[in-house]
């Protein structure tokens, strides 16, 4: 039973590029969660997704920010003109039903120069 | 603001010793906690959880504490190996919440 998948691992673009970051849930989840990690920071919560609908994005800057989770593929978190403070590691997390214990993605980690 | 707090980045203790990790809490509102153990380049694991209506809750060497009145809640490993060595968060919900609030986490090192 694979866990949650993210790709790419590793992510580097330039100042004003376009970041697209993938998420697969554990099988049998319909709930995604995106979370950020700054530097020496915890994790901050962004946005919470089920299938086609984006249900809580208030942890998600207002700009160059967006998320969806179409009824098939992976939940994409996309990040337009990135800029040095977007560099972070962003982690996915799903979980069955909407409140239950949420399991992580290995995260992945963007890095602009 | 930060609403879970874990004021030692960092802790150290001897293989087969006890590893005790604290996490402070500030919104009162919050129900439900949470242990991850995060090692480098990997997401978090869960390790366990503690509802706010009881006081302990304990899973083969782990154990989490909760001190309602205090704010306050520890986790416990017992006896720590050098696996255990990774960072600790601490995560905290509100009823009806699906958000985690995290704490900025403690790295254990257990030394051999």
């Known amino acids: 039973n694979a866990g949650v998948m993210q790709n790419p691992r590793h992510l580097v673009r330039r100042r004003g590029q376009e970041a697209r970051l993938r998420c697969s849930p554990m099988?049998?989840?319909?709930?995604v969660y995106w979370y950020r990690q700054l530097p020496e920071e915890g994790l901050k919560f962004m946005v919470y997704?089920?299938?086609?609908?984006?249900?809580?994005e208030s942890g998600m800057p207002k700009e160059r920010f967006s998320a969806e989770f179409p009824k098939e593929g992976p939940s994409i978190l996309r990040i337009q003109q990135v800029v040095r403070g977007d560099s972070a590691a962003y982690f996915c997390?799903?979980?069955?039903?909407?409140?239950?214990?949420?399991?992580f993605g290995p995260g992945t980690r963007l890095t602009v120069l | 603001d930060q609403q879970v707090k874990q004021n030692s980045p960092s802790l150290s203790v001897q293989e087969g010793r006890i590893s005790i990790l604290n996490c402070d809490y500030t919104n009162s509102m919050f129900d439900y906690f949470l242990w991850y153990k995060k090692y480098p380049a990997e997401g978090p694991t869960f390790l366990i959880s503690i509802s706010s209506i009881k006081d302990k809750n304990e899973d083969g060497r782990f154990t989490v504490f909760l001190n309602k009145s205090a704010k306050h809640l520890s986790l416990h490993i017992v006896p720590s190996q050098p696996g255990d060595s990774a960072v600790y968060f601490c995560?905290?919900?509100?009823?009806?919440?699906?958000?985690?609030?995290f704490g900025k986490g403690t790295k254990l090192s257990v030394i051999p």
């Open positions: 997704l089920q299938k086609e609908n984006i249900i809580d």
């Open positions: 997390a799903s979980s069955p039903r909407w409140a239950d214990t949420q399991y």
């Open positions: 995560a905290a919900r509100q009823p009806g919440s699906y958000q985690l609030t």
């Open positions: 099988k049998g989840h319909s709930h």
